[in-house]
């Protein structure tokens, strides 16, 4: 459905430093050696493509000039740990047509495979040294209807915060404008790695180990042979409320200064409506896991516009099934702030530091990853049934992005997470509604959905 038109490899437009390497973090080395792919998508029919390309080219070529790292390739070294080689061989720009007309493609779902095909497609088969670390798509939709634009980021690289402020910026040079100072990218990772940042106490750091397993069962392997999917949720602002609402009623559960949060309260509910839909035993163990922005959490805080991998695993205490389905919605949501407020901790986020340095951690997550942990071993990272995985972009000005074809119509993510995994997003329309990316297991997904609405 979707035609290649042009290729272009995007070198910075000026000398930028080469010949050495770069320092990747701790919390770079444990990320996934893939891309994170995401699309944009706007209803614009007043687009002279062929410009818009050479514009959206000729300005990558200028970001690129503060964000050099991303013309490099990364290198597996010893211990399985990657390493960045700045050699300038350049970002990724194609130039796309399609077949189906914007509306075709329904709600831009990962689920189809249409959708897929409007974002950078890379063959992993390839070693790892030949792969672009930032690839881009524009797509021209048939009829001349509008435009998607898919982007691919190496996940090594930068995480979801850093990876929208470099879109953001080449998305305003694209449009004419000009780059101030303080929003240029900070780039030295050595300001946030164990060496630098060392641990006074020592914790267990149960989000780097095995989560609960379903009752009478010895490994996760089953859970993870079963197919994930898409769907999207939305939220009207009224319905946000409420949730927000029904969570600070009941004060039995109340430890709190403040009210619950939004993306507490709904994650709440995710965290028990997927507990039902899947039919667990009230006796069965779960947990939810999610993760903490710890850019200002430390001392000093990273600098402005730190661009890498700025986040941190946290998890809940194990709770119960039937806690998190019968007990007030608070329950649940005191659990996930809990979990927010030790990720977020400085002597934790230093302890973990220190434990992700160590071999024996990275031995396991590489496991993981490099698909030594499929026969017979659980996989520790896997946070599908019994347990749950919760993300919030509600902070993210992800429709702020405006190549000059005004703001997106909708953005989102560009794959299916392997995994049950809710993330929260604001929605293009700016009046509080909120859009859940909900991925689930297949075979209750439409269990979920129901239990969702129905008792909202």
């Known amino acids: 459905m979707v035609t290649i038109i042009e290729s272009h490899i995007v070198t910075p437009k000026e ?40 514009r959206m080219r000729d300005s990558l070529a200028e970001i690129l000039v503060h964000y050099y ?74 009829g001349g209807n509008g435009i998607a634009i898919g982007v691919a980021m190496s996940h090594p690289m930068c995480d979801g915060i ?33 060496s630098r940042l060392p641990a006074s106490r020592r914790f267990d750091h149960p989000e780097f ?13 089953e859970e993870r042979k079963k197919k994930t999917m898409f769907a999207l949720l939305k939220l009207t602002a009224e319905q946000a409320q409420k949730l927000k609402q029904n969570a600070n009623i009941d004060h ?25 839909a899947h039919g667990l035993d009230k ?4 947990r939810a896991r999610t993760m903490v922005n710890i850019r200002n959490k430390v001392n000093p805080p990273l600098p402005k516009n730190y661009f890498g991998n700025g986040l941190a695993r946290t998890v809940t205490e194990t709770c119960y099934a039937g806690e998190i389905t019968s007990k007030p919605l608070s329950y649940g949501a005191q659990k996930i702030r809990e979990a927010v407020e030790i990720g977020g901790n400085e002597e934790y986020i230093r ?28 996989d520790v990272s896997f946070y599908g049934n019994p347990n749950i995985m919760l993300g919030s972009w509600l902070s993210m000005p992800m429709y702020e ?47 979920f959905i129901n239990i969702f609405w129905d008792n909202l």
């Open 401 to 447: 992005v405006d190549f000059g074809l005004g703001k997106p119509d909708y953005f989102g993510p560009g794959a299916v997470y392997p995994l049950d995994y809710g993330i929260m997003a604001p929605s293009p329309h700016g009046d509080g509604s909120i859009v859940i990316f909900m991925n689930f297991q297949v075979h209750d997904m439409q269990n």
């Open 252 to 276: 039995s559960y109340e430890s709190k200064q403040r009210p619950y949060s939004r993306f507490e309260a709904i994650g709440a509910y995710i965290w028990r409506c997927a507990c039902k």
């Open 69 to 142: 790292p991303l013309c490099g390739r990364l290198n597996w070294i010893e211990g399985g740990r990657l390493k960045l080689d700045c050699n300038a061989k350049g970002a990724m720009l194609l130039e796309a047509e399609s077949k189906k007309t914007m509306a075709e493609y329904g709600d831009f779902s990962p689920n189809d495979d249409a959708t897929k095909e409007l974002i950078p497609n890379l063959d992993y088969s390839q070693p790892i040294e030949d792969l672009p670390l930032f690839l881009a798509q524009v797509t021209k939709f048939h």
């Open 283 to 286: 006796e069965q163990p779960t």
């Open 351 to 378: 302890s973990q530091l220190e434990f992700l340095a160590q071999q024996e951690t990275m031995d396991m997550i590489r496991n993981k990853y490099m698909g030594k942990g499929e026969h017979g071993k659980p």
């Open 15 to 54: 000398e930028t430093p080469k010949g050495h390497f770069f320092c990747l973090s701790e919390t770079d080395q444990i990320c996934r050696p893939d891309h994170t792919p995401s699309i944009y998508i706007y209803n614009n029919n007043n687009v002279n493509v062929n410009v818009l390309v050479q």
């Open 209 to 221: 180990k095995l989560p609960p397993l379903i009752l009478g069962r010895t490994d996760n392997i």
């Open 162 to 194: 850093s990876a929208l402020h470099f879109v953001y910026s080449w998305a305003k040079l694209t449009r004419g404008d000009s780059l101030h100072p303080d929003e240029l990218p900070f780039l030295d990772r050595t300001v946030f790695t164990a």
